[in-house]
C-alpha cells in the first residue's frame, strides 16, 4: 500500500541567506556566497574562501533561543531551518501526528573538531565534541527543537 508524502514547510539557511525567501532571491539574482571566512572559528580563515553562513556562533544561539554546550553551529542552523519550515508548514507540533525532516549537510560539527583536534589525541579533553562529529547530529537528540 502506497501513502502519499506531503511536503507542507520549508526551511533554509545558507551561504546565499538566512531563510527560505533571501536564499531564492539570491539565487534568482545569481548572488554568490563564496567569499572571505568572517564567523568561522579555523586557522584557515586567511588562506581561502568559503560558502558560510552569515551569522556569528552568538547570534544563532540568540536566534535559537538555547545555548547548550552540546549543540554545535550546524547544529543551530538546522534548528534555524526547522523552525523556519514549521512555521511555513502551519501544522501544530502538539497534535500527535508524524512528521519527517529532511537534513543536508556535508559539515556536521567539524568546526568543534578542528578547534579540539590536538586536545583529543594529547589529553583526551574535549572528547564529547566526538559525539556531534557526524552528519546526522543535527536531527538527532542533541537539538531541542527535535526532542
Do not use: W
Request: proline letters at 1%; a negative charge; hydrophobic letters at 35%.
Amino acid at each position: 500500500m502506497s501513502q502519499r508524502v506531503y511536503i507542507t514547510g520549508l526551511g533554509m539557511i545558507s551561504a546565499i541567506g538566512n531563510n527560505v525567501s533571501e536564499s531564492f532571491l539570491s539565487l534568482s539574482q545569481s548572488k554568490t556566497g563564496i567569499g572571505k571566512i568572517n564567523h568561522l572559528t579555523t586557522r584557515y580563515k586567511d588562506e581561502f574562501l568559503a560558502g558560510e553562513i552569515k551569522l556569528s556562533n552568538a547570534d544563532l544561539v540568540d536566534l535559537v533561543k538555547d545555548n547548550n554546550p552540546a549543540l554545535n553551529r550546524n547544529s543551530y542552523i538546522a534548528m534555524l531551518a526547522a523552525k523556519e519550515a514549521v512555521i511555513n508548514s502551519g501544522i501544530d507540533t502538539n497534535d500527535g501526528l508524524r512528521t519527517g525532516v529532511i537534513s543536508s549537510t556535508t559539515v556536521a560539527g567539524m568546526g568543534k573538531t578542528e578547534l579540539y583536534y590536538k586536545e583529543l589525541f594529547e589529553k583526551d579533553d574535549h572528547l564529547d565534541v566526538l559525539d556531534t562529529h557526524d552528519c546526522g547530529d543535527s536531527t538527532g537528540t542533541h537539538c531541542g527543537l527535535f526532542r
